[in-house]
């Protein structure tokens, strides 16, 4: 069994990062990403409609399993390059298509789903970069979150987000923690390095390791195979292939050498874990929950919140929900996470001090 060294491994989504867009502006959440990444594909001219699902005013979950289809579709289709000019004896066409026509077909449909795919790839960066969000605003509020659990910023906490926003490692920067995110140090005099996310648990509790679940807006694969980092608020193909997991129910990071480094500390650092966090997501990555259910021993480190309307309620399908999936051991707390906050601030102090510690008070079913 694991030692329990690392004081708190803090786990966000969309929800968290929400509030704190620059000037007041909220960054978008799942459906309304997929509003304007829906707008965005209509700007490129290319019939994407049919062939990705994606449509105006999808739920986050209907999003996320359209998106998911089309991807994985994709990348089937680039596999059987060599497979589809044989299916076409099956016809009864009188007219064979020749080797160049088949050819000239393939490579169109493959140029137009590149394109499809690099305006979703587009769109997260235009509305995730650094330009977007409000440092100053998110240090603020993690830092009173933070301090409810009765742990420093400097203590060694582990940031883990499936968020593409760089929000988590500016606000422990404010509040004056080190964040390693693998980015390499920008150094007066020689060229930035790249990428590197091994052994970012190693840097505790010096640093506090930033793990970029799903990639990071700025995170570009060269053609030499490094990750180098770019300071961008624009995508550009001439800046390589983004190294971002976009959303997809069942997703995988096994086949990306930086997500899979990522995923496999992430394991590590819940089963070192004195408690764990998650504010802000939806918890409808199947990937995500596993990780969670196998790797913390003791369910009653675990603390899930929930968003927290005005009289401190919940959504009792969401309740219902996360029970479902994780059962009765893990605390559920109300929680509106953001600017302001309020919900069951007694609860979570009182779970920080001791999360083992019976009868501290949680949000029972109804």
């Given at each position: 069994?694991?030692?329990?060294?690392?004081?708190?491994?803090?786990?966000?989504?969309?929800?968290?990062?929400?509030?704190?867009?620059?000037?007041?502006?909220?960054?978008?959440?799942?459906?309304?990403?997929?509003?304007?990444?829906?707008?965005?594909?209509?700007?490129?001219?290319?019939?994407?409609?049919v062939?990705?699902?994606?449509?105006?005013?999808?739920s986050?979950?209907?999003?996320?399993?359209?998106?998911?289809?089309?991807?994985?579709?994709?990348?089937?289709?680039?596999?059987?390059?060599?497979?589809?000019?044989?299916?076409?004896?099956?016809?009864?066409?009188?007219?064979?298509?020749?080797?160049?026509?088949?050819?000239?077909?393939?490579?169109?449909?493959?140029?137009?789903?590149?394109?499809?795919?690099?305006?979703?790839r587009?769109?997260?960066?235009?509305?995730?970069?650094?330009?977007?969000?409000?440092?100053?605003?998110?240090?603020?509020?993690?830092?009173?979150?933070?301090?409810?659990?009765?742990?420093?910023?400097?203590?060694?906490?582990?940031?883990?987000?499936?968020?593409?926003?760089?929000?988590?490692?500016?606000a422990?920067?404010?509040?004056?923690?080190?964040?390693?995110?693998?980015?390499?140090?920008?150094?007066?005099?020689?060229q930035?390095?790249?990428?590197?996310?091994?052994?970012l648990?190693?840097?505790?509790?010096?640093?506090?390791?930033?793990?970029?679940?799903h990639?990071?807006?700025?995170?570009?694969?060269?053609?030499?195979?490094?990750?180098?980092?770019?300071?961008?608020?624009?995508?550009?193909?001439?800046?390589?292939?983004?190294v971002?997991?976009?959303?997809?129910?069942?997703?995988?990071?096994?086949?990306?050498?930086?997500?899979?480094?990522?995923?496999?500390?992430?394991?590590?650092?819940?089963?070192?874990?004195?408690?764990?966090?998650?504010?802000?997501?939806?918890?409808?990555d199947?990937?995500?929950?596993?990780?969670?259910?196998?790797?913390?021993?003791?369910?009653?480190?675990?603390?899930?919140?929930?968003?927290?309307?005005?009289?401190?309620?919940?959504?009792?399908?969401?309740?219902?929900?996360?029970?479902?999936?994780?059962?009765?051991?893990?605390?559920?707390y109300?929680?509106?996470?953001?600017r302001?906050?309020?919900?069951?601030?007694?609860?979570?102090?009182?779970?920080?001090?001791?999360?083992?510690?019976?009868?501290?008070?949680?949000?029972?079913?109804?």
């Amino acid at each position: 069994m694991a030692e329990q060294d690392i004081p708190l491994v803090l786990v966000t989504g969309a929800g968290a990062s929400r509030d704190f867009g620059l000037s007041g502006a909220q960054l978008p959440l799942m459906g309304e990403w997929a509003d304007l990444l829906v707008k965005s594909l209509m700007d490129t001219g290319i019939d994407f409609r049919v062939v990705t699902g994606l449509r105006p005013n999808m739920s986050g979950p209907e999003f996320e399993e359209a998106l998911g289809r089309f991807l994985r579709n994709v990348e089937a289709f680039k596999q059987i390059k060599e497979f589809v000019p044989l299916t076409y004896r099956f016809t009864q066409r009188p007219a064979r298509v020749s080797d160049a026509q088949m050819n000239d077909w393939y490579g169109n449909a493959t140029a137009q789903l590149d394109g499809i795919i690099d305006a979703i790839r587009g769109s997260v960066v235009d509305n995730f970069n650094y330009s977007k969000v409000a440092a100053e605003a998110a240090a603020d509020a993690y830092g009173k979150l933070i301090e409810l659990l009765h742990v420093s910023p400097r203590d060694g906490v582990v940031y883990a987000t499936t968020n593409y926003d760089p929000l988590g490692e500016l606000a422990l920067s404010v509040l004056g923690a080190h964040p390693d995110t693998g980015d390499a140090a920008d150094m007066k005099g020689i060229q930035r390095g790249p990428v590197d996310v091994a052994n970012l648990l190693r840097g505790l509790p010096r640093y506090a390791p930033v793990l970029h679940l799903h990639g990071k807006v700025g995170w570009y694969r060269q053609e030499n195979g490094l990750v180098e980092t770019r300071e961008i608020t624009r995508h550009d193909p001439l800046h390589g292939v983004p190294v971002i997991m976009l959303p997809d129910p069942q997703k995988t990071y096994a086949d990306n050498d930086v997500l899979a480094l990522l995923w496999s500390q992430f394991e590590q650092a819940l089963q070192r874990a004195s408690k764990t966090l998650v504010v802000g997501h939806s918890l409808n990555d199947k990937l995500l929950v596993k990780t969670l259910r196998d790797n913390i021993t003791d369910q009653k480190r675990l603390a899930i919140t929930l968003l927290a309307d005005e009289q401190g309620g919940v959504d009792q399908g969401e309740l219902d929900r996360l029970r479902a999936d994780f059962g009765t051991d893990p605390f559920y707390y109300p929680l509106r996470f953001g600017r302001s906050m309020y919900g069951n601030l007694d609860g979570l102090e009182k779970w920080g001090l001791n999360p083992l510690v019976p009868g501290i008070p949680v949000l029972k079913p109804s």
